[in-house]
Every structure is written in structure tokens, then in C-alpha cells.
């Protein structure tokens, strides 16, 4: 018997919810409480299956990487005036002054969409990328506006756009999370951004941080034949519990998490087991034989869990130190572009090579931009933006070689096409067959969603 079988053989035989505990399981209105993470067909017909989500903490400069802007380069030095009101009221500002690009752009692909010399590998796909030069959000603090890319809310913690995918879909592969967080270190709001909030527990994300154990206490301590005997008195003591108490769906769904930790002990570490790749494809990465960090081994560990069957990956570079928040020196942006394009470009062909690029999107955002001026034009760094960056998508229904939205000729505000955070997410679910306004969930007497009442699908993006 090969691992698969016996994996499949000690789920089904030793576990508890057989159909003989699916009968027990009863809702209020007397159906039985599925299984949460059983895979499910989207409402409509959607390309994009997977998502891997990748998220740049501290707010990158869209003026100095994917938002070329000759005119700030012209003007450098310029004075100009601080009319919106959270500048001119913000001490120091009361003048600014244009700051130049700090990196050339060059037009790249069969589309030419323009790239800086900070991310050579990433331009080299970009006739896969749609790139979105018109974003904006609702917050100028880390926080903030971190929370709403990651939950529609930039005040209260709400479920994360990953947990909302998992409700929606569940996975395909029950012997692992439906969701995978890989960082680290938290990013800004920490657990908040990968939390389920007040959908069922097990939509919420599962932290991997890189290192020798990236998921701890995941290896059996007891033998494989005592741990049967433990399972088999646990499922009898589950169904007498649970035929007295019709309707308990949060006991459910804790119970249910056994199923999948269980499953994990064998999964996980073959997941995680890079020995069986090319020395050609971790080059690619990046990445040394052996290695268990850095973002190249987010990258490829990525790609191994879409490939056998995880619903959302989301990576974090850096976490909530040494990030892209470059206040006192753009040059910081040096190391962290090397630290992610290679691995991203990487990330993007072995997609491609696979065939799994079409049902995979790829997401690429910061949480905002960075100012295209500061109170001297000599100053080092960049200011917190929320009035433009960019973001763009590849693969998974999403439409290659395109360049979205405009922002005005500095840099400063998203004037042509506009797309807010929440127009973000409403284009991400509808690239994975979801009505943004009818992926809900009822709870203290209200229908929430992702997109709050917010949100417009950007279908110029949609291939």
C-alpha cells in the first residue's frame, strides 16, 4: 500500500465523521451539517481555482517600480501645492516638493509595459500581468490600511479575504489547510490578517513560518498503531457527545479540525519536502539544496501546496521589520526588490510550465504607495500614500499585457479609472466565480461580505 492509499485508508477508517456522524450532525433546520472544507463548485464558471496572494508589508513606492512618471523627473525639486486636506493639515508638509524617480523605466514584453530596473525578473512576464496603476485605499496608517487590503475593513477586524475564499469554495485537498499563511514574521495587524473573524473556524488561515519545522508539533510523538486506538476511542466518545447535542456547528467544526491535523502529519512534511525538485528549478528560486528560508522557499513552497490541492496561499515578505517603509532611505528598496523578483519571476514560469498558471491567480499588492514629493526634494525617503500605488494580477482569468487605470502625471492621485481596495477584492472574487455582493455570511443580525457595500468588479482586467 503507497503513502496515498494508507493517508486515505486512515482518514476514512480511523476518524470520526463517517456518514454515521454526518447523520448526527444536525443543523437548526434539521439538514445535516456538511462537511466546511468539502470542495464546491463557485456560483459561475470561473478560470481561476487558486489563488496565491503576494503582499508586500510597509507600502512600496509605485513611483520608483511599476508607475513610470517622466514628468516627476522633469520637475524634480518643484514646489508644488498641498491641497488635499490630510497633507496640508500633516506638520511639515506645509510645502513639498517633487522628488524624482530613483530608477529608470524601460518598456518590456510583446505590450511594453513599462518596468524599473528594481524588478528585471517581474518585467519579464509582463505580457502575463495585468497591471493596476490606479489604486487607492482608505488609510494612511500601516494598520489601517494593511486590515482593509487583507479584510475590506480598515477599522475592525473581519474575516480575511483568504478565509472568505475558503467559506466559498472549500478545498481540494482535505489533509491540508484550506488556507496557508507563509511569513516570517507578522505583518502589520498580525494574526488579524489571515483571522476567520465569525465565519467557521476552519477557514482560517494556518501560519507557516520558514525555518526547519515550518508547521510545529505536525510530527506524530506516539506510534502510528496507539495513535489509531486513541482516534477509534475519540470517535466513539464524539458520537455520543454529539447525538445529544443536535445543531452544535462550532463543535462541528472543532472536531472536524482532528480530521485535518490528522491528515497534516503526513502531508505537511511532503509538502514542505523540496529534496524531489531539479537543482534547474530551485536555481530558479533562487534557492541552495537544503535551504528552508527566504522568499524563494515561500515561493516554491507556494507552488507545492496550489499543486496538490490548497485553495489560498498567501506569502508576506518581510513581516512588520525591515519592510518596504521607506521613510528615511528609498535605497532600502534595493534589497527588497532582489529579496522578492527573482522568486516571483520564478513563481510565475513554473506556473506556466506546469499549466497551472490558468487556474491560478496570482496577486501582487502592498497595502499603499509611497509620496512622489517630501518637505525637501533632497530627503532620502518617502511618506506614507494612499492616493495611488499599484497592484496587479497574472494568470487565473486575469488579462495578460494590459496596464489599468492612470494616476496623474506625478504620481499623486488615481485619476483615470480609479480602484479602491474594495473594487480590488470584488475583481479577485469574481475571478474565482463570486458575486462579491452575494458571498455572504449572517451574523449579529446583518449580512456581511468582503466588500462591506462597497466594491465594483473592474472587468478591463478580466481576460
Known amino acids: 500500500m503507497n503513502r496515498r492509499h494508507l493517508l486515505h485508508s486512515a482518514v476514512a477508517g480511523s476518524l470520526m465523521f463517517d456518514g454515521v456522524v454526518a447523520d448526527l450532525l444536525r ?13 464546491r463548485l463557485p456560483p459561475a464558471l470561473a478560470k481561476a481555482k487558486q489563488v496565491i496572494f503576494l503582499f508586500m508589508t510597509g507600502g512600496v513606492s ?22 488635499h486636506p490630510e497633507i496640508k493639515n500633516r506638520p511639515g508638509y506645509e510645502r513639498i516638493y517633487l522628488k524624482r524617480p530613483q530608477w529608470e523605466f524601460a518598456p518590456h514584453g510583446t505590450c511594453g509595459t513599462e518596468v524599473s530596473t528594481l524588478f ?38 473581519r474575516p480575511s479575504i483568504g478565509s472568505w475564499v475558503s467559506y466559498g469554495l472549500g478545498t481540494f485537498n482535505r489533509n491540508l489547510p484550506s488556507f496557508v499563511v507563509i511569513a516570517p514574521q507578522q505583518t502589520y495587524a498580525g494574526t488579524q490578517v489571515y483571522a476567520s473573524d465569525f465565519l467557521p473556524g476552519a477557514h482560517q488561515g494556518t501560519l507557516v513560518v520558514p525555518g526547519a519545522e515550518p508547521v510545529a508539533n505536525v510530527a506524530p510523538r506516539i506510534p502510528a498503531d496507539r495513535q489509531r486506538m486513541e482516534l477509534e476511542a475519540l470517535r466513539a466518545a464524539n458520537v455520543e457527545h454529539l447525538a445529544s447535542r443536535p445543531g452544535a456547528a462550532e463543535l462541528a467544526t472543532r472536531l472536524r479540525s482532528f480530521e485535518t491535523a490528522f491528515g497534516m502529519q503526513m502531508a505537511v512534511p511532503e509538502a514542505f519536502d523540496f529534496s524531489g525538485e531539479t537543482a534547474g528549478t530551485l536555481a530558479s528560486y533562487g534557492l541552495q539544496p537544503g535551504q528552508t ?24 515578505d518581510t513581516g512588520s521589520s525591515n519592510n518596504w517603509d521607506a521613510h528615511g532611505d528609498m535605497m ?12 516571483i519571476g520564478a513563481l510565475l514560469s513554473d506556473l506556466k510550465a506546469r499549466g497551472m498558471l490558468d487556474e491560478t491567480l496570482v496577486v501582487w499588492t502592498t497595502e499603499f504607495g509611497r509620496t512622489p514629493f517630501n518637505n525637501t526634494a533632497d530627503a532620502p525617503g518617502r511618506e506614507h500614500h494612499p492616493w495611488a500605488f499599484t497592484s496587479w494580477l497574472a494568470g487565473g482569468g486575469a488579462k495578460g499585457g494590459i496596464v489599468h487605470g492612470e494616476t496623474d502625471e506625478y504620481g499623486l492621485r488615481s485619476i483615470v479609472k480609479p480602484v479602491h481596495t474594495h473594487d480590488f477584492h470584488a475583481t479577485i472574487l469574481h475571478l474565482m466565480g463570486f458575486d462579491h455582493e452575494r458571498l455572504t455570511y449572517r451574523h449579529a443580525g446583518r449580512d456581511y461580505r468582503l466588500t462591506d457595500v462597497h466594491g465594483t468588479v473592474v472587468h478591463d482586467v478580466l481576460a
Open 332 to 343: 532600502s528598496h534595493v534589497g527588497l526588490a532582489k529579496n522578492v523578483d527573482q522568486p
Open 62 to 83: 509605485h513611483v520608483d517600480t511599476f508607475d513610470p512618471k517622466p514628468a516627476l523627473a522633469r520637475d524634480h525639486g518643484k514646489e508644488i501645492k498641498a491641497d
Open 293 to 316: 528560508t527566504g522568499f524563494g522557499w515561500q515561493c516554491l513552497a507556494a507552488r507545492r501546496l496550489v499543486e496538490r490541492g490548497v485553495r489560498f496561499v498567501e506569502l508576506i
Open 120 to 157: 528585471p525578473h517581474v518585467a519579464e512576464h509582463v505580457d502575463d500581468i495585468a497591471m493596476i496603476r490606479s489604486m487607492h485605499t482608505s488609510h494612511s496608517n500601516h494598520y489601517n490600511a494593511t486590515l482593509g487590503m487583507h479584510t475590506g475593513s480598515f477599522a475592525f477586524s
Open 27 to 39: 443543523a437548526d433546520g434539521g439538514a445535516a451539517v456538511s462537511d466546511p472544507l468539502e470542495p
